[in-house]
């Protein structure tokens, strides 16, 4: 069994911990947390299992990778502090560890990867013999996998369109959600996720990355973004109210252009209230979905739902990320060391873990 690390133990990190235990390729030997509040408490209770696994969580990183893990799952956030994730990163490559993460949006496409991120990662390839690989949902299988694996059942392509239209109040980030989205805030607020060319540095990657698996050479990349207001002030359970006037929902594409034409495209429908902007597309129900349409013949449309933790559609979400990643451990560990993305890393059947669930 392979020892396995899981960094963190907020929304991606508790799914981590339940997928470890599930994994039977993996034992999990330490769980690395930020809040001394934490430390010294069973993993178990941290993920919700509502049993002990008899591992206690610590915040002393030397030693956990000292210890030479085999892997780490790195849970910990990228968003606002990405020079810090990478440092934490590329510190587990150096002690031998395969790391899998969905914290670094530009390693996802790691071919087109900026310099200043990349170059860490293969020193720390070459120093230590460990291996990186980047991925989650949208960013992530929602937009390579999924959508590459539909494609091939068509006759002819002409469109693929790869969707995320989610309700943000069970996101359970506030800071996120109210800062970097800008919901709840006055509507000539300018969020920071969605200034120019911010969208395309998250999912330019993977329009690359669908290229490139379709033989396609893209022109360039474009951008739409569109935001409204709430039309009257709204309660959610987890954030608190958002008051009438304030954005309620965005929408934004990033756009393929090949051949001219817009042929790849990453659209985002997001609202804090299913009473905003109704007039976009909405999911089947009010929670959440991810869903790809191949515009065609035949027209395929295949959406997906997932929940976990008390039905919660952002818990299915980060669940996915999750299985994408740790189900890929034992591949990486089998492969040579390197930097790996989506379309290097496969995605297998659930080998050997039919009926074993970690609850």
Same mark, same amino acid.
């Not at 390839?125 to 460990?130: A, L, R, S, T």
């Not at 200034?195 to 993977?206: D, E, F, L, N, S």
């Not at 393929?256 to 089947?284: L, Q, Y």
């Not at 952002?314 to 089998?334: F, K, M, P, Q, Y």
């Given at each position: 069994?392979?020892?396995?690390?899981?960094?963190?133990?907020?929304?991606?990190?508790?799914?981590?911990?339940?997928?470890?235990?599930?994994?039977?390729?993996?034992?999990?030997?330490?769980?690395?947390?930020?809040?001394?509040?934490?430390?010294?408490?069973?993993?178990?209770?941290?993920?919700?299992?509502?049993?002990?696994?008899?591992?206690?969580?610590?915040?002393?990183?030397?030693?956990?990778?000292?210890?030479?893990?085999?892997?780490?799952? =790195?849970?910990?956030?990228?968003?606002?502090?990405?020079?810090?994730?990478?440092?934490?990163?590329?510190?587990?490559?150096?002690?031998?560890?395969?790391?899998?993460?969905?914290?670094? =949006?530009?390693?996802?496409?790691?071919?087109?990867?900026?310099?200043?991120?990349?170059?860490?990662?293969?020193?720390?390839?070459?120093?230590?013999?460990?291996?990186?690989?980047?991925?989650?949902?949208?960013?992530?299988?929602?937009?390579?996998?999924?959508?590459?694996?539909?494609?091939?059942?068509?006759?002819?392509?002409?469109?693929?369109?790869?969707?995320?239209?989610?309700?943000?109040?069970?996101?359970?980030?506030?800071?996120?959600?109210?800062?970097?989205?800008?919901?709840?805030?006055?509507?000539?607020?300018?969020?920071?996720?969605?200034?120019?060319?911010?969208?395309?540095?998250?999912?330019?990657?993977?329009?690359?990355?669908?290229?490139?698996?379709?033989?396609?050479?893209?022109?360039?990349?474009?951008?739409?973004?569109?935001?409204?207001?709430?039309?009257?002030?709204?309660?959610?359970?987890?954030?608190?109210?958002?008051?009438?006037?304030?954005?309620?929902?965005?929408?934004?594409?990033?756009?393929?252009?090949?051949?001219?034409?817009?042929?790849?495209?990453?659209?985002?429908?997001?609202?804090?209230?299913?009473?905003?902007?109704?007039?976009?597309?909405?999911?089947?129900?009010?929670?959440?979905?991810?869903?790809?349409?191949?515009?065609?013949?035949?027209?395929?449309?295949?959406?997906?739902?997932?929940?976990?933790?008390?039905?919660?559609?952002?818990?299915?979400?980060?669940?996915?990320?999750?299985?994408?990643?740790?189900?890929?451990?034992?591949?990486?560990?089998?492969?040579?060391?390197?930097?790996?993305?989506?379309?290097?890393?496969?995605?297998?059947?659930?080998?050997?873990?039919?009926?074993?669930?970690?609850?």
């Amino acid at each position: 069994m392979i020892a396995t690390v899981v960094w963190g133990t907020g929304n991606v990190g508790r799914a981590a911990i339940r997928a470890v235990e599930a994994n039977p390729a993996l034992k999990l030997v330490a769980v690395l947390v930020h809040d001394p509040a934490k430390v010294g408490r069973d993993a178990g209770p941290l993920a919700g299992l509502g049993h002990e696994l008899g591992v206690a969580a610590t915040d002393d990183v030397e030693t956990v990778l000292a210890a030479s893990p085999g892997a780490v799952v =790195y849970a910990a956030s990228g968003d606002i502090r990405p020079m810090e994730a990478l440092a934490d990163i590329t510190a587990a490559i150096k002690a031998g560890a395969v790391v899998v993460t969905p914290s670094l =949006y530009p390693l996802y496409d790691q071919r087109n990867a900026p310099a200043e991120l990349r170059d860490p990662v293969l020193a720390a390839v070459k120093e230590g013999g460990g291996s990186l690989f980047v991925s989650g949902v949208d960013p992530g299988w929602g937009n390579d996998v999924l959508p590459l694996l539909v494609s091939g059942l068509g006759t002819t392509v002409d469109v693929i369109r790869c969707q995320e239209i989610f309700d943000y109040s069970t996101y359970e980030q506030p800071d996120s959600v109210r800062y970097l989205v800008g919901m709840g805030q006055p509507m000539d607020y300018a969020p920071p996720m969605l200034a120019p060319m911010v969208p395309t540095m998250v999912w330019g990657g993977q329009i690359r990355l669908m290229a490139r698996a379709l033989g396609a050479e893209i022109d360039e990349i474009r951008e739409t973004v569109d935001r409204r207001p709430l039309e009257t002030t709204v309660g959610t359970r987890t954030m608190g109210e958002f008051e009438a006037g304030t954005q309620g929902a965005v929408r934004f594409e990033v756009i393929g252009i090949v051949g001219g034409e817009p042929r790849i495209v990453v659209e985002h429908v997001t609202r804090i209230h299913p009473s905003c902007a109704t007039d976009w597309p909405m999911p089947p129900n009010s929670a959440g979905a991810h869903r790809v349409i191949i515009e065609g013949r035949p027209r395929i449309e295949v959406t997906i739902e997932a929940t976990d933790e008390g039905e919660n559609r952002s818990a299915g979400g980060n669940a996915t990320a999750v299985g994408r990643l740790v189900n890929a451990i034992d591949w990486l560990v089998e492969a040579e060391p390197g930097l790996y993305d989506a379309l290097d890393v496969p995605l297998r059947p659930a080998i050997g873990k039919l009926g074993k669930v970690a609850r």
